[in-house]
């Protein structure tokens, strides 16, 4: 299984990015794909996820509706739209995947079910 992200960069207050993760390797659609996000000196913290099978999908409390997870099934890539970015949003993205546990309530709180990980990417919001 492989995991390619590709997006990020520096952006003013407000503005928006688009982070990728195409995904190869897997057998079947029985697995998540989480987007979780690391800030120098702070734990890991998941943002997003979505099943792959069923679409199913689901957001930390800060993200507040300003990201968006999202599937192109033909390119097997699922994305995440940052919109209305802060500050504290600066952080490298790590897209993850795994079929141990599917997106739900607990999903954002377990990385350790998810073995399959992208290099990260950059996001950097600044005046």
């Known amino acids: 299984v492989q995991l390619v992200e590709s997006g990020g960069g520096l952006v003013r207050p407000g503005g928006s990015l688009t982070l990728s993760c195409r995904i190869s390797?897997?057998?079947?659609?029985?697995?998540?794909v989480i987007w979780f996000r690391q800030a120098p000196g702070r734990e890991r913290e998941g943002v997003s996820c979505?099943?792959?099978?069923?679409?199913?999908?689901r957001d930390a409390d800060f993200v507040e509706g300003r990201f968006a997870i999202s599937l192109d099934a033909p390119k097997n890539t699922v994305y995440l739209q940052l919109n209305n970015l802060k500050p504290e949003d600066t952080a490298t993205y790590y897209c993850?995947?795994?079929?141990?546990?599917?997106?739900?309530?607990?999903?954002?709180?377990?990385?350790?079910?998810?073995?399959?990980w992208g290099q990260g990417a950059q996001v950097t919001v600044v005046s």
């Open positions: 993850a995947a795994g079929a141990i546990r599917l997106c739900g309530s607990t999903s954002l709180y377990a990385d350790y079910d998810y073995p399959h």
């Open positions: 390797g897997f057998t079947g659609v029985d697995y998540a």
């Open positions: 979505m099943n792959r099978n069923d679409g199913e999908k």
